[in-house]
């Protein structure tokens, strides 16, 4: 069962994530600031219900003492590597100092290592002195406290926080590897991180549709057998009846957002009241109040992107909630694209792989794939890349031995191999766009620093390692 797997998934992450800050801490790096506070936000949004949770710090120059807080749901946090008494003591100690408790009635101090086995509620009620409520079993939580919480949420829920604490531990990592580096010669960095381009309306309208005749035709033509079905498919089964086969829409509350001109494609009047048609700014959804209307927002860039993809030969698997390269033609063995990074290259995106018993059989389709998610940062919208590979047994469905594919494929990623792959997608996407295109990615972002590699040794490392990857791959 996906909700299984799932949950095993997260499991993994979170170990491995627990794993990558305690080494850092023993060897010494507690004083550095591993994971942003700002990582955190979506995840503990979702698990403590906080919906207005943002960075203090971000609002105000200084917040000391917490880190996170929802002003309108009165939640505060504090992000913190230490795990020891002391810790939790100044953080109480400010929060009291400061009458935080004005603002927020709630305090957890959140430890992104794993927290001790107890703390002294004895201890914590001589500095609180009755004033703020915190109970050590309750107000101290890990990541283990948290991935308990989340396994108690629903399955969208759970894959969304996976997605999140995968952004996290890869940001992990890469700080890690960067601590190593002896800061003498010049190296590059690469961000994971494009600047989107959107259109400035959305259109939004009422919807109209003859459920019951739209049910009707569906099952004749389509097969469909159920009689009652949500708004979302009977909005889409509409629409393919009316002659447009397009995913670039949302509904919500009965009314139907999309970047297209939704006066001007009359095939959308199927399904709405054209005479309630209005034009939003951007911001009236990416920016609204609710969470729910900003999600909405992000649904809809992902749903159009898909139209887009589409005539790239790009899928959306909704297993993986991930888009993925296909064959350019259907039957084909390999798909192989160019691109320029710092010298011109080909990478295998898409590749046929057949059983070593009888090679004229399938074993299963090995397809580079990717994981988009978005962001605002002063008015301005980014998407996050995050690579990855997706193994099928019919060039759609999952296959049934993908886990210990995918595994052995990572064995076979470094930090070169990876850096590769994030420049390889940025590329593909910025370069692979049209007029047409309702969202236009940017460039990708590199930035200098210093370390114990020269940037030409660094560029010769990711050229080798792009070799040796590609390789590699031929093996599995």
Request: proline share 2%; charged share 30%; hydrophobic share 35%.
């Amino acid at each position: 069962m996906r909700q299984v797997e799932v949950e095993n998934q997260l499991r993994e992450v979170v170990g491995r994530l627990i794993t990558e800050v305690d080494l850092a801490t023993d060897q010494g790096r507690l004083d550095v600031n591993l994971i942003s506070e700002d990582a955190w936000i979506p995840i503990l949004k979702e698990v403590y219900q906080c919906p207005n949770l943002i960075n203090l710090n971000r609002k105000y120059k200084n917040f000391p003492g917490i880190d996170l807080g929802d002003e309108q749901d009165r939640v505060a946090f504090q992000v913190t590597a230490s795990t020891d008494i002391e810790k939790i003591k100044g953080t109480l100690e400010q929060f009291k100092k400061r009458s935080y408790k004005n603002s927020f009635d709630e305090l957890y101090v959140f430890t992104i290592r794993k927290k001790q086995k107890s703390y002294s509620q004895d201890v914590v009620n001589k500095i609180i002195d009755g004033n703020i409520t915190f109970n050590v079993s309750k107000h101290i939580i890990d990541p283990g406290d948290i991935l308990s919480a989340i396994t108690r949420l629903r399955l969208p829920a759970q894959e969304r926080m996976l997605h999140e604490f995968r952004i996290i531990l890869g940001d992990v990592k890469s700080k890690i590897d960067l601590l190593k580096s002896s800061e003498n010669v010049p190296y590059l960095l690469t961000s994971n991180i494009l600047k989107i381009h959107v259109p400035d309306t959305i259109y939004v309208a009422e919807l109209n549709i003859n459920k019951d005749a739209t049910i009707a035709l569906a099952q004749r033509d389509y097969g469909l057998k159920k009689k009652s079905i949500e708004k979302a498919l009977l909005t889409k089964l509409a629409l393919r009846i009316a002659g447009l086969d397009i995913d670039g829409w949302v509904v919500h509350e009965n009314q139907i957002f999309s970047f297209y001109n939704l006066e001007d494609e009359t095939k959308f009047h199927s399904v709405i009241d054209a005479s309630t048609v209005e034009e939003l700014g951007v911001n009236d959804l990416a920016c609204h109040s609710l969470a729910e209307y900003q999600n909405l927002f992000k649904f809809l860039l992902k749903d159009t992107l898909k139209d887009q993809f589409e005539k790239h030969n790009i899928g959306w698997s909704k297993q993986q909630l991930q888009f993925y390269f296909l064959p350019i033609e259907y039957g084909g063995d390999f798909r192989k694209v160019s691109w320029i990074g710092k010298r011109t290259a080909t990478r295998t995106v898409y590749e046929k792989k057949y059983q070593s018993k009888d090679p004229s059989k399938t074993a299963y389709h090995r397809h580079l794939s990717f994981g988009l998610s978005f962001v605002e940062i002063d008015s301005e919208w980014f998407a996050i890349v995050s690579p990855n590979w997706f193994f099928t047994w019919n060039l759609y469905r999952k296959s049934r031995y993908h886990d210990e594919l995918l595994s052995r494929q990572k064995r076979l990623e470094h930090n070169h191999s990876v850096r590769n792959l994030v420049r390889f997608i940025a590329y593909f996407l910025a370069d692979s766009a049209n007029h047409k295109d309702k969202i236009k990615f940017g460039v990708l972002e590199e930035f200098q620093f210093f370390s114990q590699i020269s940037l030409e040794e660094d560029e010769q490392l990711a050229h080798d390692a792009d070799e040796d990857y590609e390789d590699a791959n031929e093996n599995i």
